[in-house]
């Protein structure tokens, strides 16, 4: 089955600056590749999603991009703000039910 | 839309009782999913269903684990007898199943403790 790896596990930004998560999956005929956010004691929920027929997608601060030759994609969030703090899972699936996830990265935004 | 609805947000219980939780999708959503979160295994699949039939339970721990979907607005998941190790985050998911993958959606999670 697929395989998920998120890195870092955890990663600490100062406001205002940059951050990037990255994951890797191992089927090649995985074709969607969502992103989810955690906040403490609440559930994931999505926050963008991006398809294999598209390199890169932005969402005001979000943007995630793909790269399906070397099976990577990333989650960059621009401008980091307190209110980013949270657990952030990326996953991959091909065109049936299954959504593998990561293991998650613990993201803190120090003010 | 009030989104996927699970009860109970917290359950506390001994070892050895049956549990029971509770799961209602949205609403014109075809495929239901449990999930298990802890902070050692992450979040992992137990059972997922499409139009109310399980189609992969790999995921289901033990025979102590068993879930239902007798219509398509509600399914439940059993621990039967419970042990400490099940404590966990058990998250149900909903989405509508089409060719394009939409989106998952949660609910809140159902926070059990076995003592």
């Known amino acids: 089955g697929e395989n998920v790896e998120q890195h870092p596990s955890t990663l600490s930004v100062q406001e205002g600056d940059s951050a990037v998560i990255k994951c890797t999956y191992s089927?090649?005929?995985?074709?969607?590749f969502p992103w989810y956010k955690q906040e403490l004691g609440k559930r994931p929920q999505l926050i963008i999603d991006?398809?294999?027929?598209?390199g890169e997608k932005k969402d005001q601060r979000i943007a995630v991009t793909l790269n399906k030759t070397a099976k990577h994609f990333s989650l960059h969030i621009t401008e980091t703000q307190p209110e980013d703090s949270a657990v952030y899972f990326c996953?991959?699936?091909?065109?049936?039910?299954?959504?593998?996830f990561g293991a998650g990265t613990t993201v803190t935004v120090r003010a | 839309d009030a989104g996927v609805i699970q009860s109970p947000r917290h359950e506390v219980t001994e070892m050895g009782q049956e549990v029971t939780l509770r799961c209602k999708p949205i609403?014109?959503?075809?495929?239901l999913f449990w999930y298990r979160q802890t902070m050692m295994r992450g979040l992992e699949l137990l059972i997922y269903?499409?139009?109310?039939?399980?189609?992969?339970d790999s995921g289901m721990p033990e025979d102590r684990f068993s879930a239902k979907m007798p219509n398509a607005s509600f399914s439940t998941l059993k621990i039967q007898p419970s042990e400490p190790r099940d404590s966990a985050v058990y998250f149900c998911?909903?989405?509508?199943?089409?060719?394009?993958?939409?989106?998952?959606?949660f609910g809140n999670g159902t926070r059990l403790t076995v003592t």
């Open positions: 998911a909903s989405r509508l199943f089409d060719r394009e993958n939409s989106p998952l959606h």
């Open positions: 089927d090649s005929a995985s074709n969607y």
């Open positions: 991006i398809r294999s027929n598209v």
């Open positions: 996953a991959a699936s091909i065109s049936d039910y299954k959504l593998s």
């Open positions: 609403s014109g959503h075809n495929s």
């Open positions: 269903f499409n139009n109310n039939v399980p189609i992969d």
